[in-house]
């Protein structure tokens, strides 16, 4: 079975500092990869998401970047953290495209970021 | 763009009542409507999903039902426990589209 991995769970970070969050994805290959973030009491907006290696797709201008370099490992990073990059970042994935069923999307359980 | 939005935003009901919660969306081109549950500091779990080619689904107590015309889908909750509170997402996106639009959320709250 499909299981994806997240990490750090939670991470405090001063401003100014980079960030560095990673994601897995077993049981799949070619897999389609997103990351989300959630900021406090809000809903889920969409950052990045991929449908390859080293294809990247931004939804958002931010301060942000994200990086694909293997098929199924997903990093999300910062060089200098904000104040307003605080929240829950959520790394998810789907099956590749073309497929019956697609667009399942299962999240990992989440990292909590914390710009002091 | 596909633009998702959410009734209500928060919602308490007694233990044993049902919970309706309500999406709509804009692009006639969505055809896939999941429901999605969070629980406090967890990601986003799927619960429930409907594809346009049914006009309602049922798992034991949830079900969602779809009115493609209007462009609305509703999550029904019957009997409602404790542990149905949580934060759930409405969501649309097109088959075969990796591009998911989810609504802002409903906090759902079963008081004993």
């Known amino acids: 079975s499909q299981t994806i991995h997240q990490w750090p769970a939670t991470l405090v970070q001063p401003v100014g500092s980079p960030l560095s969050l990673e994601c897995t994805v077993e049981?799949?290959?070619?897999?389609?990869l997103y990351w989300y973030r959630q900021a406090a009491g809000r809903g889920l907006q969409l950052l990045f998401y991929?449908?390859?290696?080293?294809?990247i797709s931004s939804e958002v201008p931010q301060n942000l970047s994200a990086s694909r370099p293997q098929d199924r490992q997903f990093i999300l990073s910062s060089k200098k953290l904000l104040l307003s990059d605080s929240g829950f970042y959520l790394c998810?994935?789907?099956?590749?495209?073309?497929?019956?069923?697609?667009?399942?999307?299962?999240f990992g359980a989440g990292s909590r970021l914390t710009v002091l | 763009g596909e633009n998702v939005e959410q009734h209500p935003s928060t919602l308490s009901v007694q233990e044993g009542d049902s919970a309706v919660i309500k999406c709509t969306y804009s692009?006639?081109?969505?055809?896939?409507f999941p429901w999605y549950k969070q629980e406090l500091g967890k990601g986003p779990q799927l619960i429930i999903d409907?594809?346009?080619?049914?006009g309602e689904k049922k798992d034991q107590r949830i079900a969602v039902t779809l009115n493609k015309t209007a462009k609305h889908f509703s999550l029904h909750i019957t009997e409602t426990q404790p542990e149905d509170s949580a934060v759930y997402f409405c969501?649309?996106?097109?088959?075969?589209?990796?591009?998911?639009?989810f609504g802002p959320g409903t906090r759902l709250s079963v008081l004993p």
């Open positions: 692009d006639s081109a969505s055809n896939y």
């Open positions: 049981g799949t290959s070619n897999p389609n």
């Open positions: 991929s449908v390859g290696i080293g294809q």
């Open positions: 409907i594809r346009s080619n049914v």
């Open positions: 969501a649309a996106s097109e088959d075969y589209g990796q591009n998911f639009v």
């Open positions: 998810a994935w789907s099956v590749a495209l073309g497929v019956s069923g697609a667009n399942v999307l299962t």
